[in-house]
């Protein structure tokens, strides 16, 4: 089975400073690996996607995240924390049968402080 | 492209009636779609799996003739909550994967539930 954790419920920083949001997975086969973000009363946008190509991946908005099977995580990065990107992140692992449903991570708040 | 609504956007229902909330692919198909329910500061969770023409699959725990889930074409999914009462308020999300996909999914904006 499937499963993600995202280490850290919220996480503030300054704006233009780094970004690093934690999600360690578990899976028993390859995974595949999305990162979303979700604003206040809204659906969930894709930020970006690992599904087995290059283990770095580059997504929207600046974000990037790398997939490190020896590690068993898949960090979203942001070089410069902008004050929009003060969002809910959720990491999700694909279930690997027929559906491709997604199992998600708690979330992580993103603070930005000015 | 790959744009997926919601209706209504909010819904407020006295306590005992039932609602439909509809899902729909704008600009492709979808085989697949799925029901997400999320509390207030909390994650999704998947409510069921639903596959145009079939019985949709519900995740352990969920009630399906509660929560009645109908994708009656490739771009239609509704999602009935019967007899609602005020723990069914909720924030409901759908999700659609584009036909053919092994796994892309596409998010609507969601549907907040109040039940009075």
């Known amino acids: 089975a499937q499963s993600v954790t995202q280490l850290g419920s919220h996480v503030s920083v300054s704006e233009g400073a780094l970004v690093l949001l934690r999600c360690n997975y578990s899976s028993s086969v390859p995974p595949y690996l999305f990162w979303y973000v979700q604003y206040p009363n809204q659906g969930l946008q894709l930020l970006l996607k690992?599904?087995?190509?290059?283990?770095l991946v580059k997504g929207i908005n600046g974000f990037e995240a790398e997939f490190k099977k020896s590690e068993t995580s898949f960090h979203l990065t942001k070089p410069s924390a902008h004050m929009s990107d003060a969002a809910e992140y959720f990491c999700?692992?694909?279930?690997?049968?027929?559906?491709?449903?997604?199992?998600f991570g708690s979330g992580t708040r993103l603070l930005v402080r000015p | 492209g790959a744009v997926v609504s919601q209706h209504p956007s909010r819904v407020i229902c006295k306590s005992g009636t039932s609602v439909k909330i509809e899902c729909r692919s704008l600009d492709f198909q979808a085989t697949t779609m799925f029901w997400y329910r999320q509390f207030p500061k909390q994650s999704l969770m998947l409510m069921a799996t639903?596959?145009?023409?079939?019985?949709?699959?519900?995740e352990q725990g969920v009630e399906k003739d509660k929560f009645l889930i109908n994708h009656a074409s490739l771009t239609l999914s509704t999602l009935t909550v019967t007899s609602a009462h005020p723990e069914d308020s909720s924030f409901y999300i759908c999700?659609?994967?584009?036909?053919?996909?092994?796994?892309?999914?596409?998010f609507g904006p969601g549907t907040r539930l109040t039940v009075t």
């Open positions: 999700a692992v694909s279930v690997m049968d027929s559906s491709y449903k997604l199992i």
């Open positions: 690992y599904t087995s190509a290059a283990t």
């Open positions: 639903s596959n145009e023409g079939s019985k949709a699959t519900y």
């Open positions: 999700s659609a994967k584009l036909a053919g996909s092994s796994y892309e999914q596409y």
